[in-house]
């Protein structure tokens, strides 16, 4: 696609629950980045993948976080058992190699726990 | 441990005036540093990045300077305009280590008509 596109726009889940955020990076890209932005902060890295190579899960807050990424296309995170501090906007960006031309975000996954 | 800070936190500035946000950072293996620019409702697009081997990129009303001894950056935005109002983020990654983007912690700047 044009962009990278993330779905779906705005989550409301509930304490507990289980929720999965998707990612479809641009055609080609081969690196992949998600990254967590709580409101009227800076982002915090998550997880980063590149090509067929094991991703690196250093950013991951807890074990209740996990990430997949088909290929060079499409990922998911996953957050298991949601808490109220998991809420934030979940940014996913790509690159064309590891950041050399620099990212493309999408505009987001807003998660809200209630 | 914050790796990059930025200030200042929110900036106003008038109409046709520079604005500058400053960022410093501390592991001197950093080997690229891009601002961005994030309007609300929307993911960050990078507007302009540097490399350590040159003090100064311009591109239009967007120059950053920088300091390698110092280890600090700065964007200056000239001629300041409505449409600028935003947040801008600094950042910077290492290239042999995935790029993975160290953010600064965003100025909100308004600029005032």
């Known amino acids: 696609g044009a962009g990278v596109s993330q779905s779906p726009s705005n989550k409301v889940t509930e304490k507990g629950k289980d929720v999965e955020l998707r990612c479809d990076p641009i055609s080609g890209h081969t690196a992949l980045y998600w990254y967590r932005q709580r409101l009227g902060q800076g982002l915090e890295f998550l997880i980063y993948f590149q090509g067929n190579s094991a991703p690196d899960k250093s950013g991951l807050p807890s074990d209740r976080f996990s990430a997949e990424r088909t290929g060079e296309s499409v990922s998911t995170l996953t957050i298991q058992r949601t808490q109220q501090e998991d809420s934030a906007v979940y940014l996913c960006?790509?690159?064309?190699?590891?950041?050399?031309?620099?990212?493309?975000f999408g505009s987001g996954t807003r998660l809200t726990v209630v | 441990q914050q790796q990059v800070k930025q200030s200042p936190q929110s900036l106003i500035v008038q109409k046709g005036g520079i604005s500058i946000i400053n960022c410093a950072y501390e592991n001197t293996a950093f080997d690229y540093f891009p601002w961005y620019q994030q309007f609300p409702g929307k993911g960050p697009a990078l507007l302009i990045a540097?490399?350590?081997?040159?003090s100064e990129k311009k591109e239009g009303r967007f120059t950053i300077s920088f300091n390698k001894s110092a280890k600090q950056f700065s964007l200056h935005i000239m001629d300041s305009q409505p449409g600028d109002s935003a947040t801008y983020f600094c950042?910077?990654?290492?290239?042999?280590?995935?790029?993975?983007?160290?953010f600064g912690g965003g100025t909100r700047l308004m600029v005032k008509p």
């Open positions: 960006a790509s690159s064309l190699v590891a950041g050399v031309y620099g990212y493309t």
């Open positions: 540097i490399r350590p081997d040159v």
């Open positions: 950042a910077a990654s290492r290239s042999n280590a995935g790029n993975m983007l160290t």
